[in-house]
């Protein structure tokens, strides 16, 4: 009487270098990024303080200056959430890469080009911030205004804090692309590819 053996098993398979050293990467990127909004959130506080005389010391009302410090505030925390969830996903992906899955590592190249467009906004926003100073409006006192008020935010955020900021836009631009690339090699195609059952054959 014959009977048939176990059912078809898919061999194991290890995730070759470039594989590990995207996961590793992706696991880098999300503690800079929450390394970066945790220091926003610590100097908060200060920072506020620093605007709140600037901006008056420039002629901003009151009002404006309020409304400016509970945006801050507001937007500080919901960057701290969003970095929290990014370093989440991150280490979600980098986790299910180096098993193999084909749906993570597509995943990642997408989340890779939001997260290179996002760098570059970042560094492109801080260049701006370096550059209010020559920034001037004539006849119009509103517009001119929200430039003292932009313009007093940017000087109230240390100088350190700005560097770091560049720093992480620079290494979060690098590291995203260098993900994207290592998962397009041939070898990690090999690895992503969907590996077909091993037979075995029936016991009698």
């Known amino acids: 009487m014959s009977s048939y053996g176990p059912p078809a098993v898919q061999p194991a398979r290890k995730a070759p270098a470039v594989v590990v050293t995207a996961a590793v990467i992706l696991v880098v990127l999300g503690v800079i990024g929450l390394l970066n909004a945790i220091v926003s959130l610590a100097s908060l506080g200060s920072t506020v303080d620093r605007f709140r005389v600037l901006a008056l010391r420039v002629g901003v009302s009151p009002q ?33 890469l180096v098993k193999g899955s084909n749906a993570a590592r597509i995943t990642t190249w997408v989340l890779c080009g939001i997260g290179a467009l996002c760098a570059c906004c970042g560094g492109a926003g801080l260049i701006f911030l370096k550059n209010l100073d020559r920034i001037t409006v004539e006849g119009d006192q509103q517009a001119q205004e929200q430039v003292d008020l932009a313009r007093a935010m940017a000087d109230a955020v240390p100088g350190w804090q700005v560097g770091l900021g560049g720093t992480a836009a620079i290494l979060q631009l690098l590291g995203y692309l260098a993900v994207a690339i290592l998962l397009a090699m041939p070898v990690a195609n090999a690895f992503f590819r969907k590996v077909t059952p091993m037979w075995q054959p029936p016991t009698t």
């Open 64 to 96: 404006k200056i309020d409304d400016q410090v509970t945006q801050l505030r507001l937007q500080t925390i919901l960057s701290a959430v969003i970095g929290l969830l990014i370093a989440i996903v991150l280490l979600v992906l980098a986790y299910f």
